[in-house]
């Protein structure tokens, strides 16, 4: 069965500060990849998505970067942490039905 | 931007059914319709999907109008363990492109 694993599950990093969050993918081949984040309180924003190795789409301009260096991983990262990017962020995959989700990554940026 | 509106808001009995509205009145022939739901702090939990036709599954049933502008998600005897946000979501899939654009939600609030 297919499974997706994100880590780590809870994240306090200072502003300025670089972060990486990893997302792996069991049980599919060439999955379509997505990183969401959620604000308190709000809904799931789509921050970049990634239909194959190498290729990455962006959404929204931000201070964050995405990279998937094999077919099952994504990673998101920052070089410099702002407030702002504190919030919940989610990994997930799809083929050609439904999405899974991982669990979640909550970030606070102090 | 999101291709969905949902009343932000809605309550429900416990034991009775739970129908929780979506337009989406821009959505393309092929585009199907998604519902998520997303019990704090996890992440969101597939329930149904559909293009035209009416669907049913052990959690819950998607009726989609004729014209495909709007759906209802019922959820035919709601529990405790329901209240969560429900997002309606078009799927948005073409060429090297396939997303899903969340909007705001509704929040479902089953009380006893």
């Known amino acids: 069965s297919q499974t997706i694993h994100q880590w780590p599950a809870t994240l306090v990093q200072p502003v300025g500060s670089p972060l990486s969050l990893e997302c792996t993918v069991e049980?599919?081949?060439?999955?379509?990849l997505y990183w969401y984040r959620q604000a308190a309180g709000r809904g799931l924003q789509l921050l970049f998505y990634s239909v194959g190795i190498g290729q990455i789409s962006s959404e929204v301009p931000q201070n964050l970067s995405a990279s998937r260096p094999q077919d099952r991983q994504f990673i998101l990262s920052s070089k410099k942490l702002l407030l702002s990017d504190s919030g919940f962020y989610l990994c997930a995959w799809n083929m050609n039905t439904e999405a899974f989700f991982g669990q979640g990554t909550r970030l606070t940026v102090v | 931007d999101a291709k969905t509106t949902q009343p932000p808001s809605m309550d429900c009995a416990e034991g009775r059914a739970a129908n929780l509205p979506c337009n989406h009145s821009t959505i393309s022939g092929n585009e199907y319709v998604y519902w998520y739901r997303q019990i704090h702090s996890q992440g969101p939990q597939y329930i149904i999907h559909?293009?035209?036709n009416n669907e049913t599954n052990e959690m819950a049933s998607l009726i989609i109008t004729e014209d495909r502008k709007s759906s209802t998600l019922i959820l035919p005897h709601a529990t405790l363990r329901d209240t969560a946000v429900y997002y309606c979501i078009v799927r948005v899939s073409r060429l090297n492109t396939d997303k899903l654009i969340f909007g705001t939600g509704t929040r479902l609030q089953v009380f006893p």
């Open positions: 049980g599919t081949s060439n999955p379509n």
């Open positions: 559909g293009l035209k």
